[in-house]
């Protein structure tokens, strides 16, 4: 639940920078319970527009996560795009964002999962 509160509170529109897969799934995965729980409330009262708020509440920041995945294995925002492609650029995205991001900086910034510190650290042992 951290990981998808910190996508919320501090990342919301935030396109810069990298995500560890840890952020990317967990936040994910929450918005998926939720999206199920809200269209079960929308179905059993009738109300029909809990579950569309929610979705465009959460629409910028799961396009920012994303995003910040992308950049986390060296790739632009851009290759978001290649999901468009029926069938196989979306297999294709999954593929890209579950791949282990780059230990080393890349343009983007340092890496989430190692500092620049602890990737010296490991260097050296």
Do not use: C
Not at 2 to 18: C, M, N, P, S
């Amino acid at each position: 639940m951290d990981e998808y509160l910190k996508v919320i509170k501090e990342h919301y529109a935030d396109f810069e920078g990298r995500a560890r897969r840890k952020e990317y799934w967990m936040f994910t995965l929450i918005n998926i319970l939720i999206s199920i729980a809200l269209i079960a409330i929308d179905y059993v009262t009738g109300l029909g527009f809990l579950q569309t708020l929610y979705g465009l509440a959460v629409f910028v920041p799961g396009i920012a996560v994303a995003v910040r995945r992308l950049h986390d294995i060296g790739k632009s925002g851009w290759w978001m795009l290649i999901g468009l492609i029926p069938l196989i650029g979306a297999i294709w995205l999954i593929v890209l964002l579950a791949t282990d991001g780059t230990p080393e900086d890349n343009e983007y910034g340092a890496s989430p999962k190692y500092g620049s510190s602890e990737l010296n650290e490991l260097g050296n042992n």
